[in-house]
């Protein structure tokens, strides 16, 4: 990651950035979470 030229890196930054910014990238990331959020453990109470 540290060859890459600093432009290339600058560009891949902004790029990601725009890409994550859209709604359907929001949403599918937010049910990713839900769906994370679900299989949390819990030990059980005593």
């Not at 950035?17 to 929001?26: C, D, E, K, N």
């Not at 049910?31 to 059980?44: D, F, I, M, T, V």
């Amino acid at each position: 990651m540290m060859r890459l030229p600093i432009f290339f890196a600058i560009f891949l930054t902004f790029a990601v950035g725009r890409m994550l910014s859209r709604p359907p990238v929001l949403s599918a990331l937010a049910h990713g979470a839900r769906r994370l959020g679900q299989y949390e453990y819990r030990p059980p109470e005593r």
